[in-house]
C-alpha cells in the first residue's frame, strides 16, 4: 500500500449533516470502520439490529 495522503476528518465537519441525513434515510442498516476495524459510525437502522 502506498502513503496515505491524509484523512478526510479535515472534510468530516462540513459534511457530518450531509452524511448523518443520508445515513438515516437508508432503511437497511450501514456501518463504517475506521483503519482499526472498530465501527465508527452507523445508521439509525444499524441500531436497531439484534
Given at each position: 500500500?502506498?502513503?496515505r495522503?491524509?484523512?478526510?476528518?479535515?472534510?468530516?465537519?462540513l459534511?457530518?449533516?450531509?452524511?448523518?441525513?443520508?445515513?438515516d434515510?437508508?432503511?437497511?442498516?450501514?456501518?463504517?470502520?475506521?483503519?482499526?476495524?472498530?465501527?465508527?459510525?452507523?445508521?439509525?437502522?444499524?441500531?436497531?439490529?439484534?
Amino acid at each position: 500500500m502506498g502513503k496515505r495522503q491524509g484523512t478526510d476528518k479535515e472534510k468530516w465537519p462540513l459534511e457530518a449533516p450531509r452524511a448523518r441525513a443520508i445515513l438515516d434515510s437508508i432503511g437497511d442498516g450501514v456501518f463504517t470502520v475506521d483503519l482499526d476495524w472498530r465501527a465508527s459510525t452507523f445508521n439509525h437502522a444499524a441500531e436497531q439490529t439484534p
